[in-house]
């Protein structure tokens, strides 16, 4: 990955413009970990970029050029965000700038940036480039803002939640002037979008630091302003859509798998997640989402789920069609009736899965009934 970026950028270079490799790649590099997102920062606009890239056959422009000077390029099947060295004028929703302005120099560029461990650039030759002493933090794990903290956070408030990010999922303290601005600034979270709070939450809780970042969530006093009231039902932190089933939180969007899922999860959990009847119903993945947060364990819900007599209606040792015959009837809605009672029968141990009982049954429940 870190030969294909090298190479990326050369090719820019070639084109009489500077270009580096910042941010979480070089991060992750340093710290002896591998990372897919790859942000590039550069003197050439985006009209000069797909300028460069049009005479080359393999790379795929993902988009054109937008306000604030991103372009996405597609090359050799990695997906690069190449930004323009730029300048940010004063902020207006405490989140995105009034206006940006290109700039020709690198440093004006990173200053601009939220932390220090995330502004250390790679050049072409694969030199670390650290004008605001990145490495430093590295070294100390310490995450830090460029420049001031309470003036940065006001600017950005999204940068609250990069911070807890950050902090959990690296391992890293929060310093002091972090600290001091979110104490200041916590309640601007609020003006932040959902969509973009959600993207932030998403990359904590599905990290294997959810528990140390929902744990910083709650000794920061986050817990209001980010609309988690039910933050202390979270129990296990192994799963992304169980963690926000927990959570519960209505002000947030999700897609209609995620909608369904925690819908179906928040009823179980008010039920015996090793009932037979239950888990039959709703299934092994949300029962279990349900009942860890509730301290019952993987196992023996999987060992009840398992030990079902039927797991689909399929399984029901008697067809549609047989049961019609028995009975001298034409199909109609009554079958549903049937069926959901042998599904409970059957569960429940009060009946055997095979046809000869399934009749016997049907004999004495149904038959006299429609003779």
């Keep these: 990955m870190k030969e294909i970026a090298l190479e990326f950028i050369n090719i820019i270079e070639s084109a009489n413009h500077s270009a580096y490799i910042v941010g979480g ?3 992750d590099f340093l710290m002896g970990k591998t990372s ?9 606009t985006p009209k000069e970029m797909k300028k460069i890239f049009s005479s080359i056959t393999l790379p795929k422009l ?21 930004t323009t060295f730029r300048e940010e004028s004063e902020y207006l929703d405490n989140r995105h700038p009034s206006r940006v302005n290109y700039v020709s120099d690198l440093l004006t560029d990173l200053k601009r ?4 461990v995330n502004a250390i650039c790679m ?10 002493n990145g490495q430093e933090d590295l070294a100390k794990k310490i995450i830090r803002t460029i420049g001031d903290s309470k003036k940065s956070f006001y600017d950005d408030a999204l940068r609250i939640l990069r911070a807890v990010r950050f902090s959990s999922v690296l391992n890293f303290e929060l310093d002091n002037n972090i600290l001091e601005a979110i104490k200041l ?3 601007l979270l609020k003006k932040i979008s959902y969509e973009r709070k959600k993207i932030e939450l998403d990359k904590i809780f599905a990290s294997p630091k959810a528990k140390e970042g929902i744990e910083l969530i709650k000794k920061l006093d986050l817990i209001q302003d980010l609309e988690l009231d039910h933050i202390d039902r979270v129990k296990d932190y192994t799963d992304l859509v169980g963690i926000w089933a927990m959570l519960n939180s209505p002000s947030y969007h999700f897609n209609k798998h995620e909608r369904e899922m925690i819908k179906k999860v928040n009823i179980v959990y008010n039920y015996d997640n090793t009932n037979p009847l239950i888990l039959y119903k709703y299934g092994l993945y949300v029962n279990i989402l349900a009942g860890i947060n509730k301290g019952i364990s993987k196992k023996s819900i999987t060992i009840a789920y398992n030990n079902l007599s039927i797991k689909s209606k399929s399984e029901i040792a008697i067809t549609a069609t047989d049961i019609c015959k028995y009975l001298n009837k034409e199909p109609a809605s ?12 059957i569960l429940t141990g009060n009946l055997q899965n095979t046809k000869k009982d399934i009749l016997d049954y049907l004999d004495k429940n149904y038959k006299k009934i429609n003779n």
């Design 62 to 82: 993902m988009n054109a050029e937008d306000s604030y000077g991103s372009i996405r390029v597609n090359y050799k099947n990695v997906i690069f965000e190449v």
């Design 123 to 132: 050049d072409k030759n694969g030199v670390i480039i650290d004008p605001l």
């Design 36 to 44: 897919m997102d790859i942000d590039i920062t550069t003197s050439a």
């Design 334 to 345: 009554f079958l549903n009736e049937i069926f959901k009672c042998l599904e409970i029968e």
């Design 25 to 27: 790649f070089v991060r």
């Design 113 to 116: 940036r939220d932390f220090t």
């Design 185 to 187: 600034h916590k309640d």
